[in-house]
C-alpha cells in the first residue's frame, strides 16, 4: 500500500482538485491522509465530502514538518509520500513511484517530475540538487519540456511537494526535523538518506503539476529559509567536503546577507536577516543532531561530489 500524506493549512480551495486526482489514481492501493494544521476556512468540510481520507485535525499550526510528521505516524504503507494540496497528479503518478521502488532496491526516495500547474510545458522540479555552496536547487526549473528530462536518474534529492520515501529507510534515518518547521525539511532529510548511502531516483513518469508558491512563500518564508539553510549546513555537510568547498559556503551565505542587507526596508528582507540570525544562534543545537547523522554516514565525496556538480545526475 502507498500513503499519500496531505499537509494542509486554510487549503479549502486547493483540496478538491489535489483530492479528485487521487481518486482517479491507476495505483488499486492507496490511503490518504490529510493533516489539518488547524485551518479556519472550509477546510474541514471540504474533507467531510470525502469519506474514504482520512483526516487528521491537529487544531493548530504545527508548521509542514509537524502536520507531515504526523502524517508519517499514523500511515500504513510500505510507501509514504508527501504531496502538497496545491497539486494535481496525474493518473498514473503513483503506479510510477511503485515502479521506481520495485526495480531499484537501493532507492529510499523517488521525486517526481513536477510542472507548472498553470503552464503544464514546464518544469517546477526535475528533482533537486545542492551545490558545493551547499545551496538548494529546482533542477530544470522554469525550463520548456522538451524531454530533456524524460530519463530516470539518481539525484540528491526529491522535493517535498511531491516526495515518495521507502518506510524501511524513514525507520532508519527519522522523519522530517520538526525544528525546521517549513522550508528546506526535504533537503535536510535527503542528506540524511544520501549520507546514510541511501539512493534518490528522479521518475519521468510520475507527473504531478504544482500551483508553485500558491501554498507557501512571502515573509515566513524567508525567515525559515535564511534560518533553515544555515540548519541543514550545520546538521549535513560532511566535514570531507568542508575542507574543500569552506570558502564556498561561506561565501554562498555572505552573498545572502549582504544581498538582505542592501535590500533591508523590504519586509521579506528584513525576515531573512532575522532566519540568518536565528541559524546562527541554533548552530550548537544543530552540531549536537550533527554528531548521530555523521557518524552513521556510509558515503565518501566521491559518491555526494557527482550529484553536486553538472549535470546534478548519475544514471541509472
Same mark, same amino acid.
Given at each position: 500500500?502507498?500513503?499519500?500524506?496531505?499537509?494542509?493549512?486554510?487549503?479549502?480551495?486547493?483540496?478538491?482538485?489535489?483530492?479528485?486526482?487521487?481518486?482517479?489514481?491507476?495505483?488499486?492501493?492507496?490511503?490518504?491522509?490529510?493533516?489539518?494544521?488547524?485551518?479556519?476556512?472550509?477546510?474541514?468540510?471540504?474533507?467531510?465530502?470525502?469519506?474514504?481520507?482520512?483526516?487528521?485535525?491537529?487544531?493548530?499550526?504545527?508548521?509542514?514538518?509537524?502536520?507531515?510528521?504526523?502524517?508519517?505516524?499514523?500511515?500504513?504503507?510500505?510507501?509514504?509520500?508527501?504531496?502538497?494540496?496545491?497539486?494535481?497528479?496525474?493518473?498514473?503518478?503513483?503506479?510510477?513511484?511503485?515502479?521506481?521502488?520495485? *526495480?531499484?532496491?537501493?532507492?529510499?526516495?523517488?521525486?517526481?517530475?513536477?510542472?507548472?500547474?498553470?503552464?503544464?510545458?514546464?518544469?517546477?522540479?526535475?528533482?533537486?540538487?545542492?551545490?558545493?555552496?551547499?545551496?538548494?536547487?529546482?533542477?530544470?526549473?522554469?525550463?520548456?519540456?522538451?524531454?530533456?528530462?524524460?530519463?530516470?536518474?539518481?539525484?540528491?534529492?526529491?522535493?517535498?511537494?511531491?516526495?515518495?520515501?521507502?518506510?524501511?529507510?524513514?525507520?532508519?534515518?527519522?522523519?522530517?526535523?520538526?525544528?525546521?518547521?517549513?522550508?528546506?525539511?526535504?533537503?535536510?532529510?535527503?542528506?540524511?538518506?544520501? %549520507?546514510?548511502?541511501?539512493?534518490?531516483?528522479? *521518475?519521468?513518469?510520475?507527473?504531478?503539476?504544482?500551483?508553485?508558491?500558491?501554498?507557501?512563500?512571502?515573509?515566513?518564508?524567508?525567515?525559515?529559509?535564511?534560518?533553515?539553510?544555515?540548519?541543514?549546513?550545520?546538521?549535513?555537510?560532511?566535514?570531507?567536503?568542508?575542507?574543500?568547498?569552506?570558502?564556498?559556503? %561561506?561565501?554562498?551565505?555572505?552573498?545572502?546577507?549582504?544581498?538582505?542587507?542592501?535590500?533591508?526596508?523590504?519586509?521579506?528582507?528584513?525576515?531573512?536577516?532575522?532566519?540568518?540570525?536565528?541559524?546562527?544562534?541554533?548552530?550548537?543545537?544543530?552540531?549536537?543532531?550533527?554528531? *548521530?547523522?555523521?557518524?552513521?554516514?556510509?558515503?565518501?565525496?566521491?559518491?555526494?561530489?557527482?550529484?553536486?556538480?553538472?549535470?546534478?545526475?548519475?544514471?541509472?
Amino acid at each position: 500500500m502507498i500513503s499519500v500524506i496531505i499537509p494542509n493549512w486554510n487549503g479549502a480551495h486547493h483540496l478538491p482538485v489535489c483530492l479528485d486526482s487521487l481518486q482517479r489514481q491507476t495505483y488499486p492501493h492507496v490511503e490518504v491522509i490529510v493533516v489539518d494544521n488547524g485551518s479556519r476556512d472550509e477546510s474541514l468540510d471540504v474533507l467531510a465530502h470525502y469519506p474514504d481520507v482520512q483526516t487528521l485535525a491537529l487544531g493548530e499550526n504545527h508548521g509542514f514538518t509537524g502536520a507531515c510528521n504526523a502524517g508519517f505516524r499514523a500511515a500504513q504503507g510500505d510507501t509514504q509520500v508527501l504531496l502538497n494540496n496545491d497539486t494535481e497528479a496525474s493518473p498514473d503518478w503513483l503506479t510510477a513511484v511503485a515502479a521506481a521502488f520495485d *526495480a531499484y532496491p537501493e532507492v529510499g526516495l523517488v521525486a517526481s517530475k513536477m510542472l507548472l500547474f498553470d503552464k503544464r510545458d514546464t518544469f517546477h522540479t526535475a528533482g533537486d540538487y545542492v551545490t558545493p555552496d551547499g545551496l538548494a536547487h529546482n533542477r530544470g526549473v522554469w525550463q520548456k519540456d522538451e524531454g530533456q528530462y524524460d530519463h530516470p536518474a539518481y539525484v540528491f534529492s526529491a522535493c517535498g511537494g511531491s516526495a515518495a520515501y521507502r518506510k524501511t529507510m524513514l525507520d532508519e534515518i527519522g522523519l522530517l526535523d520538526d525544528d525546521f518547521f517549513f522550508s528546506f525539511e526535504d533537503v535536510d532529510l535527503a542528506w540524511r538518506a544520501q %549520507l546514510a548511502g541511501w539512493r534518490c531516483l528522479y *521518475a519521468p513518469d510520475a507527473v504531478v503539476y504544482h500551483k508553485l508558491k500558491a501554498s507557501g512563500g512571502g515573509v515566513t518564508a524567508s525567515f525559515h529559509d535564511g534560518r533553515n539553510r544555515i540548519y541543514t549546513l550545520v546538521k549535513n555537510y560532511p566535514a570531507v567536503l568542508w575542507r574543500v568547498y569552506w570558502r564556498d559556503v %561561506l561565501g554562498a551565505q555572505v552573498k545572502l546577507a549582504r544581498e538582505a542587507l542592501h535590500l533591508w526596508r523590504g519586509p521579506a528582507a528584513r525576515a531573512t536577516l532575522r532566519g540568518l540570525t536565528a541559524g546562527i544562534v541554533g548552530i550548537p543545537r544543530m552540531r549536537r543532531k550533527r554528531r *548521530a547523522i555523521q557518524a552513521a554516514r556510509r558515503v565518501d565525496a566521491a559518491y555526494l561530489v557527482p550529484l553536486m556538480t553538472p549535470p546534478y545526475e548519475i544514471p541509472v
